[in-house]
C-alpha cells in the first residue's frame, strides 16, 4: 500500500494573524483539504516511490507581496517545527541522491534536472580506457527510451532476418582497365626487382624550372598541404637518375596500406610505425586517393570536382623514393643493402570500407551492388600488397565516430535518436535490397546521421579475401592494442619483416601517450545510454558473429560480460 504525506503551510501576507496546517499522513483516507490553501501559495511537500518508498518532490510558489514578515510572526515553537522539517527533507533527498539508488529524484520546478553519468572519466577513446565498461545512473530520457526499446528490436530483429553473406562476383582485368584507362598506362606491370616497394624508373620532361608539383591536385585544393610539397620540391632535382641525355624519376607505390577502420586507433598505430626507419609513409598521412580523390571527391556533400590523377597520388611517395632511388644507385653493397629494407606504407583509414563514389561512375550495376570495389584496382597493380586493419568494438567505435565528427547539439540523447533514425533507414533498405547493395548505398550512407555501416567490419572483410590471400593480412584489435602496445608493434613488425629496434628506439615507440584521443569537450559529454548500447549491441551481433567464425577467434566477438 503506497504512503503519502502531504503537508500544507500557509503562508499569509502581511498584517494577517493565523496560519494553518493540515497533515495527512498514512493509508488513511476522507482528510478534508485544507481550507485556506486551496492550492495557492504553499509549499508542498510530497514522498513516495515504489522501490524505497521515497519520492521527493518539491514546490514552492508564493507571490510577490509575500515576504518573511509571516515566517517571522510565527511562534518560536512552529518556526522550530518548520525548520526541522525542512531539515528532514533535505536529509532525505542527501541519503536518497547518496544511496546510489537507480530510481529517479524528481524535483517539480520550472527548470528541468537530467540525470548524470555515475563516472564520466570511463570514456571510450583510442587508448587503454577504450576497455572499461561504462555504468552510471539512468536519467529520464534513458528510461523514456527504455519503453521504446520493443519496437526498435523489432526493426534490428528485420534486419537479421534478412542478413545474408554472399560472395561477390569478381570482375575480369579488361574491365577494370576500362574503367581506369589513365591508371594502367602510367603504372606498370612489373616492378623494379631489388626494391622491397613496388618501384619504377619514370622518364621526366621537365626542365630544372619546371614546378614538378605545379599542377598536383593536393597542393591546388588544399592549404595545408603546401609546406609538404615545398620540401618535396628541395629535395626533388638532386634526386633525378641521368642516362643516354634523359632524366628519370623513381615511381613508387605502397609497399603496405593500414587500410582502416576509422576511429578504430589507425592514426595511433601509424604515428608509431612511422618511427621505425626502415619505414616511410607518404607526405600525407591520409591521401584517400584509392576511395575518393580518383573520383574527385573532396567532401561528397560538396559534389564531384577534378579527379586526383595517379600522378598526384605518386607525387606522395617522392621522399620515400629518393631514399630508395639512392640505394639503388650507391656503390656500396653496405649502402645498398641499408636503402633496399626501405618499405612504403600509407594509411587512408577510408581504404577499406568506403566505396561511395562508385554510383557515379560505374552504371552496369548488378541489383544495387557495386561492379568494382576499390581492392579490386589495387590487387589488379599490386596482387603481393600487404594489408593492416585495426578495429574495435563497433558499438563504441560508433558513439566515438559520432562525437568525433558531429559538429554541435551532441549528447547521449542526440546520439540515440540518430542511431534509432539510422537502423530505421538501414532496414528499410534491407526490405528492397541485398545486404551488400545496403553497405555499399551512398544514398543510404548520406542519409544516415550516424556511420553505422562502417562497423560491418565482416562485410567488408569478405569482399577484400575475395581477391586477396588471408595471410596477406594483419588484423588488430584497439583494445588489444591498448593494453600492451609493445605487442601489437611486434606483431607489425613481424608482418611487414622489418628490423630489430634498439632499447632506446623501442621505448620511444611503446612509451609514447596514445594519439588521436578522445577531445577533453567531447570526454565531459559522458558516455552513451545503456540502452542506446544495448541497441547497438543486438544490431552488431551477427556480423560480428560472422567476423570471428572468419577470422577464428572469438575476440573479435566483442561479447560482454
Keep these: 500500500m503506497r504512503h503519502c504525506i502531504n503537508c500544507c503551510i500557509q503562508l499569509l501576507p502581511d498584517g494577517a494573524h493565523k496560519h494553518q496546517v493540515n497533515c495527512r499522513g498514512g493509508p488513511h483516507h476522507g482528510h478534508q483539504a485544507c481550507p485556506t490553501c486551496k492550492g495557492e501559495n504553499k509549499i508542498l511537500f510530497r514522498v513516495d516511490s515504489k522501490q524505497m518508498n521515497l519520492l521527493a518532490v518539491l514546490e514552492v510558489r508564493t507571490e510577490g507581496n509575500e515576504n518573511w514578515g509571516g515566517f517571522l510572526r510565527f511562534k518560536k515553537g512552529k518556526r522550530c517545527s518548520l525548520v526541522f522539517g525542512l531539515i528532514i527533507m533535505t536529509l532525505v533527498m542527501a541519503s536518497y541522491i547518496l544511496s546510489g539508488a537507480h530510481q529517479e529524484l524528481l524535483i ?21 580506457s577504450d576497455t572499461k565498461e561504462h555504468h552510471h545512473q539512468s536519467s529520464v530520457n534513458n528510461i523514456s527510451y527504455v519503453k521504446d526499446y520493443p ?8 534486419i537479421t532476418a534478412r542478413i545474408e553473406f554472399t560472395t561477390r562476383q569478381l570482375p575480369d582485368l579488361e574491365d577494370l582497365k576500362k574503367q581506369e584507362l589513365h591508371m594502367f598506362s602510367v603504372i606498370p606491370n612489373k616492378f623494379l626487382p631489388n626494391s622491397k616497394s613496388p618501384c619504377w624508373y619514370e622518364e621526366f620532361s621537365g626542365r630544372n624550372t619546371t614546378d614538378p608539383y605545379l599542377t598536383n591536385s593536393y597542393v591546388l585544393y588544399s592549404k595545408r598541404f603546401r609546406s609538404t610539397f615545398d620540401a618535396l620540391r628541395k629535395a626533388f632535382w638532386g634526386h633525378l637518375a641521368h642516362a643516354h641525355g634523359k632524366h628519370f624519376r623513381l615511381r613508387c607505390l605502397p609497399h603496405f596500406y593500414i587500410i582502416g577502420q576509422p576511429k578504430c586507433g589507425t592514426t595511433d598505430l601509424y604515428d608509431r ?11 600525407i598521412k591520409e591521401p584517400h586517393w584509392w576511395t575518393r580523390k580518383r573520383f574527385g571527391i573532396v567532401r561528397l556533400r560538396d559534389g564531384l570536382r577534378d579527379r586526383y ?18 640505394g639503388l644507385q650507391a656503390s656500396s653493397a653496405k649502402e645498398q643493402s641499408k636503402m633496399n629494407t626501405i618499405i612504403i606504407g600509407e594509411a587512408s583509414a577510408s581504404t577499406m570500407w568506403d566505396n561511395n563514389a562508385w554510383t557515379f561512375f560505374y552504371d552496369n550495376s548488378t541489383d544495387g551492388e557495386p561492379p568494382f570495389l576499390t581492392q579490386d584496382f589495387i590487387h589488379a597493380f599490386q596482387p603481393n600488397a600487404k594489408l593492416i586493419v585495426m578495429l574495435r568494438d563497433p558499438v563504441e567505435r560508433l ?6 565528427f558531429a559538429s554541435s547539439n551532441k549528447s547521449a540523447d542526440d546520439f540515440h535518436e540518430k542511431v534509432t533514425e539510422a537502423l530505421q533507414l538501414f532496414e528499410n533498405c534491407m526490405l528492397d535490397y541485398s545486404l551488400r547493395a545496403c553497405v555499399y548505398n551512398n544514398t543510404l550512407n548520406n542519409a544516415m546521421p550516424v556511420r553505422l555501416q562502417v562497423g560491418l567490419y565482416a562485410v567488408y572483410l569478405l569482399d577484400w579475401l575475395s581477391v586477396f590471400d588471408k595471410q596477406q593480412f594483419l588484423i588488430l584489435r584497439l ?5 600492451n602496445v609493445k605487442y601489437t608493434m611486434h606483431k607489425v613488425f613481424q608482418f611487414l619483416n622489418l628490423g630489430p629496434l634498439s632499447e632506446k628506439q623501442e621505448a620511444l615507440m611503446t ?11 567531447d570526454r565531459n559529454l559522458g558516455p552513451m545510454w545503456p540502452i542506446t548500447q544495448k541497441i547497438l549491441r543486438d544490431f552488431y551481433r551477427p556480423f560480428n558473429a560472422r567476423l570471428a567464425q572468419v577470422l577464428a577467434d572469438e575476440a573479435f566477438a566483442w561479447k560482454t560480460k
Design 273 to 283: 610505425l612511422r618511427l621505425h626507419p626502415e619505414v616511410k609513409f607518404s607526405a
Design 399 to 404: 558513439y566515438s565516430d559520432y562525437l568525433y
Design 479 to 483: 583494445e588489444d592494442h591498448a593494453s
Design 309 to 326: 590523377p595517379v600522378e598526384d597520388y605518386l607525387d606522395l611517395f617522392d621522399l620515400a623514393a629518393h631514399q630508395i632511388h639512392q
Design 151 to 158: 519496437s526498435i528490436k523489432l526493426i534490428i530483429n528485420s
Design 511 to 521: 612509451k609514447s601517450p596514445a594519439s588521436n584521443a578522445r577531445r577533453p569537450e
Design 108 to 128: 517539480s520546478s520550472p527548470f528541468h534536472y537530467g540525470g548524470f553519468p555515475s563516472n564520466p572519466s570511463l570514456m571510450d577513446s583510442e587508448n587503454p
